[in-house]
């Protein structure tokens, strides 16, 4: 288990999204043992819906090319 503790103090749109960034990881159980990758593309998303703008979901972005390599073929 780990020792470090971060206080986030702040409204701005980085440290309000670092603070949902904290509350989902809690949620899913990622706080110990989560991935690099998905911590990036959370933080992303959650600065995103911070800033009020649209979120990549980058899942979707590889189901799009798999149909259309099948349409291809």
Avoid: N, P, Q
Wanted: glycine fraction near 6%; include cysteine; hydrophobic fraction near 40%.
């Amino acid at each position: 288990m780990s020792d470090v503790k971060i206080e986030i103090e702040g409204d701005s749109d980085a440290a309000v999204a670092l603070a949902l960034l904290r509350m989902i990881a809690t949620a899913e159980g990622k706080i110990e043992d989560g991935e690099r990758e998905w911590y990036l593309e959370t933080y992303a998303a959650c600065l995103a819906v911070v800033r009020d703008a649209d979120v990549l979901d980058f899942d979707d972005e590889d189901e799009d090319e798999e149909d259309e390599t099948a349409k291809e073929g």
